[in-house]
């Protein structure tokens, strides 16, 4: 089970879930998904850019944001180091300088975000004795870290309450607590055409596979459900996509021995204009 979570690619469903968790404000934000730095092979995680500066987002993992908001994210089997906090202020740092002219981006419009599963205690210790910052727990599972330029924040996503932040909760490899799993199923059935649910819902099943598995166990059966509704929909497009292809090959070839477009569009059971279409592009 251990080999496998550290295999699931769990930043699709963290970037998911930001952008349940701030939904309420999302016409407020923006999102861009690992962010390139420069030329080299640097990535940030996350931003979040508020699109007015004067919006005061009331979100609680968005209070402290401004306009550029950069978010480091460690999966759950993974914690979050003493070094990766420096990587992360480093990549605060260099993105910055990066823009075209000089103070384009002001440090004062940059904050920084790392969510993490686990309370990281000894980095909470380093930072208080080596950097003398001062670490404030402002709300359940949210830690603001005092003494520097930039705004800092560590999110712990196990701590967070269930009501403000059920789908930032619900990223874990160890998700045994009945209530989480019911209430995340219950909200999934509400939002199940929503592809930021469904990313979620999809990982978090594959990583708990063991825990949900139990014999007699109702929430494996609902989780199998969408996982089969999910499996079915994808073969359904998969096969579409086949009998469209085959219609298209289809009409070019009758196209070329001379079949006039509205005997193709009878025998495809196709438009006109769809005919038209394919034979169009049928060199593309």
């Not at 009945?178 to 509400?190: G, V």
Request: net charge negative.
């Amino acid at each position: 089970m251990k080999n496998r979570t550290n295999i699931l690619q769990w930043h699709p469903a963290f970037f998911a879930g930001i952008q349940v968790d701030l939904d309420a404000e999302n016409s407020e934000l923006s999102y861009v998904n690992e962010h390139q730095l420069g030329t080299k092979p640097k990535q940030i995680d996350i931003i979040v850019l508020k699109k007015n500066d004067n919006y005061q987002i009331r979100k609680n993992i968005g209070r402290i944001f401004r306009k550029y908001n950069i978010i480091e994210y460690k999966s759950p089997s993974d914690y979050l180091s003493i070094d990766d906090f420096y990587n992360g202020y480093a990549y605060a740092c260099l993105y910055k300088i990066d823009t075209v002219t000089v103070d384009e981006r002001k440090i004062r419009d940059i904050t920084l975000t790392f969510a993490t599963t686990r309370y990281p205690q000894k980095l909470i210790k380093h930072l208080e004795w080596v950097q003398r910052y001062k670490i404030r727990n402002v709300s359940p599972g949210i830690y603001y870290i005092y003494g520097d330029i930039i705004p800092i924040q560590i999110v712990v996503l196990s701590q967070l309450p269930l009501d403000e932040n059920l789908w930032l909760r619900v990223l874990s490899n160890k998700l045994d607590d009945p209530e989480i799993i019911e209430r995340m199923l219950q909200e999934y059935e509400q939002h199940k055409d929503n592809p930021l649910y469904s990313s979620i819902v999809e990982i978090v099943a594959q990583a708990n596979q063991l825990l949900f598995r139990k014999e007699g166990s109702t929430m494996s059966e609902t989780l199998e459900a969408i996982i089969n509704e999910k499996l079915d929909a994808r073969e359904k497009r998969g096969h579409d996509q086949g009998v469209l292809d085959t219609c298209r090959e289809l009409a070019c070839n009758m196209y070329g021995i001379g079949m006039p477009v509205e005997q193709i569009a009878l025998v495809t059971n196709a438009s006109i204009e769809t005919v038209n279409e394919w034979l169009n592009n049928k060199g593309a």
